[in-house]
């Protein structure tokens, strides 16, 4: 493939990217979202240096799977709640060309767990001719193993892109992407998954810029998409129900709900890395019932209005936090324009 060095307009996505990112924490700390989250634990395995992606185990009480980012190997951590290893797992037969995302969902027929693993990464926008998502049973015992895996190929129905989320829709067990970009989207993947030829992909709802993860509540009403700065939580029609603040990290690469859908997981790349549960905003939380409703198949629509929100004061620190990250931002830009005449 032959690229063309295109200063102008790199540096035109650039600045749009600079002005985006600093008012996005902004509008976080607007939308008076809860911010009373708790740190859980931290990673304590030094062969966990990226994680990317977060998981809640199906089968197995207190504890979190995880795996790094691009340039790693195919394998995952299953790790309890005082952040130390309890397995290692290596995905036999597959590859980790850019692993950034993973989901857990439960086999209907069989009730095991099932893992999914996101080979979707993509910093060309485009580049490679179809991504990967391999299906992992979830494993029994909690002992470092090779564990086989089903590969599925995806293509995008609008042209190859970069994404960082996958989720499974609990009551239909449907895979969605989510894509990472300035006008993102949520494509949907057929019912039936092909492994002997590449499945595609369909966007079914619009994302919020720079998606990095996504998940689907415990029962299936809603989910949620992070970014670097904060979360978003829509209704399986693809209307936003409400905006999270999340805890300021290094960088915000993944999101989960806990098993009762009350709160969320998020966690960060790098060694030592933390993970924090955030209370999920009471207008988002599941509706109590005598009794689980029926699988129905749904899926995320075209995004239109957005729910009203909730107005909060800012600091004149926090204000200036930003206008002075958006200056250095800004300088460093022109300083490239000048390199590239």
């Known amino acids: 493939m032959t690229m063309t060095w295109q200063p102008a307009a790199v540096l035109t996505r650039l600045l749009i990217a600079t002005v985006l990112v600093c008012l996005t924490p902004m509008a976080a700390q607007a939308a008076g979202a809860d911010d009373e ?3 859980l634990f931290t990673f304590k395995d030094r062969r966990i240096t990226e994680s990317s992606g977060l998981a809640l185990s199906p089968g197995h009480e207190g504890v979190y799977y995880t795996h790094n980012d691009s340039s790693a190997a195919p394998e995952f951590f299953a790790v309890g709640e005082d952040g130390r290893t309890r397995a290692r797992f290596t995905v036999r037969g597959a590859q980790a060309r850019d692993w950034e995302a993973m989901a857990a969902s439960t086999d209907p027929e069989t009730g095991r767990g ?4 996101a080979d979707i990464g993509d910093n060309l926008d485009g580049a490679w001719p179809d991504v990967s998502v391999y299906r992992v049973m979830e494993p029994a015992v909690l002992k470092d193993a090779v564990v086989p895996a089903t590969r599925f190929r ?7 892109r970069n994404a960082e989320g996958i989720m499974v829709n609990p009551r239909t067990g449907r895979l969605y992407v989510v894509s990472k970009e300035f006008s993102g989207g949520v494509y949907a993947a057929p019912r039936r998954l092909r492994a002997d030829r590449p499945n595609v992909l369909r966007r079914v709802a619009s994302a919020p810029l720079m998606a990095t993860d996504a998940a689907y509540a415990p ?3 809603s989910y949620v998409v992070r970014t670097y700065f904060s979360a978003t939580i829509f209704d399986t029609e693809g209307e936003r129900i409400t905006q999270v603040s999340m805890p300021q990290l290094e960088q915000a690469e993944s999101i989960a709900f806990t098993r009762d859908g009350k709160g969320l997981l998020t966690g960060t790349e790098g060694p030592s890395s933390p993970v924090y549960r955030v209370p999920v905003p009471e207008r988002a939380l599941p509706e109590p ?3 689980a409703p029926a699988p129905v198949e749904t899926q995320p629509a075209q995004a239109a209005a957005e729910a009203p929100v909730q107005r909060a004061s800012l600091s004149i620190g926090g204000v200036l936090t930003w206008v002075a990250a958006a200056m250095g931002a800004i300088g460093v830009i022109v300083f490239l324009a000048r390199r590239t005449r």
């Not at 099932?114 to 693993?117: D, R």
């Not at 995806?154 to 190859?160: A, L, Q």
């Open 37 to 39: 989250e708790e740190r």
């Open 114 to 117: 099932v893992l999914w693993f």
């Open 154 to 160: 995806f293509r995008y129905e609008d042209g190859g």
């Open 219 to 221: 029962d299936g009403n």
């Open 289 to 291: 019932s005598a009794s």
